[in-house]
């Protein structure tokens, strides 16, 4: 089977068109490598059959929540690549939710394995380099969710066979292992547990990236106290506090200490957390996020972390991956230069990735 998509490089200038952008915004989007450090799109897939490999339209909510991404549109989009998302489900037991994700691994790969002309699974950039060369989207694997795997950090070696590049401690519960940064979960402003540093340490062993995204913010600095320091940490996809003050973003301090242990953070696409309409975001807040954090530690720290249909309400002038181009355009309007450009769309994410991985 291989996927059927549009190939914009053969009219690039029609594309531009369509989107309302530059002929300069799609040659660059076709020529850069495009990483996104976030999809949850595996989530629909497991509640209601969403084909990952079928071309889907913006579906009944009109791309909000989900349908926002699948195989052929990312294609289409010269998304080279992503990290697809395994969601745990926090109502399960211990040993229930490490026996879920177990199933949910494989059936993630098999969907991703069963394109194999269009998709490779990856684990590092080497292999995701020698994936791009073959033409192919490359599809690193995590986990939102630590607690997917807490009931036995020493088991983290057989549940994930080296498959799995990252793991946010915690979602949006609070669990053995942290508290999460939503109001909603009642939990304030905790601390990492004992089994949370632990946990911390398996990770460090195992070169499996800790993301800390969704984690309260006393719980990210204890996790970065016992972090090996030699290794880079993720914050895969958030916003930033000083553009929009949110309990989903970082502060500048948070920013600086992910920056000093030479990690990357991903800007999200949730208009809530970009500015203040849900309804009505725009794309240019994403790159007021991405402004921030580049004025504040430089160009080398900040990414694309979308969450695309992780239960997202994109902005409204970029509702899908297909008007990625409209982005890019932004940031060239803006005077950013090609270098920087390219370092926010992949170059950051494969720096950050081969310093651990390889």
Not at 55 to 74: E, I, N, T
Not at 107 to 131: I, K, M
Not at 302 to 321: E, K, Q, R, Y
Request: glycine fraction near 10%.
């Amino acid at each position: 089977m291989k996927l059927s998509y549009a190939d914009h490089r053969a009219d690039p200038g029609a594309w531009a068109a369509a989107l309302g952008v530059s002929r300069e915004a799609v040659e660059l989007t076709l020529a850069s490598e495009i990483l996104d450090l976030h999809v949850d799109s595996f989530i629909w897939h497991r509640i209601l059959g969403y084909d990952l490999t079928k071309r889907h339209g913006h579906g009944l909510l009109g791309a909000r929540f989900y349908s926002q991404v699948d195989l052929p549109r990312l294609r289409e989009a010269n998304i080279g690549g992503a990290t697809w998302v395994i969601t745990t489900n926090p109502s399960r037991g211990a040993r229930g939710r490490a026996e879920a994700f177990s199933r949910n691994l494989a059936e993630l790969v098999r969907v991703l394995s069963s394109v194999p002309e269009d998709v490779a699974v990856v684990r590092n950039v080497a292999e995701y380099r020698a994936a791009r060369a073959a033409g192919k989207h490359a599809a690193f694997i995590g986990v939102q969710g630590g607690n997917a795997l807490d009931h036995d950090p020493a088991s983290l070696d057989r549940i994930t066979d080296d498959l799995v590049l990252r793991v946010t401690l915690v979602h949006l519960s609070t669990s053995s292992l942290g508290v999460t940064s939503s109001p909603l979960a009642g939990g304030g402003d905790g601390s990492l547990t004992d089994r949370g540093r632990e946990f911390v340490r398996a990770l460090n062993a195992r070169k499996i990236f800790v993301d800390l995204a969704h984690i309260s913010r006393k719980g990210f600095f204890d996790a970065l106290d016992v972090h090996d320091k030699t290794q880079p940490v993720l914050v895969t996809h958030t916003g930033v506090d000083a553009v929009h003050r949110h309990w989903r973003n970082l502060t500048d301090e948070q920013i600086r200490r992910v920056a000093d242990l030479g990690g990357t953070i991903g800007i999200m696409y949730q208009s809530s957390f970009l500015g203040p309409s849900v309804l009505r975001g725009k794309l240019a807040w994403i790159a007021d996020h991405l402004a921030h954090v580049i004025s504040l530690v430089g160009d080398d720290h900040v990414s694309l972390g979308s969450d695309w249909d992780g239960a997202i309400v994109p902005p409204h002038d970029m509702p899908t991956c297909l008007e990625l181009p409209r982005l890019v355009d932004e940031m060239l309007r803006r005077g950013w230069s090609t270098a920087t450009i390219q370092k926010i769309l992949a170059g950051n994410a494969l720096r950050t990735i081969e310093a651990l991985r390889g």
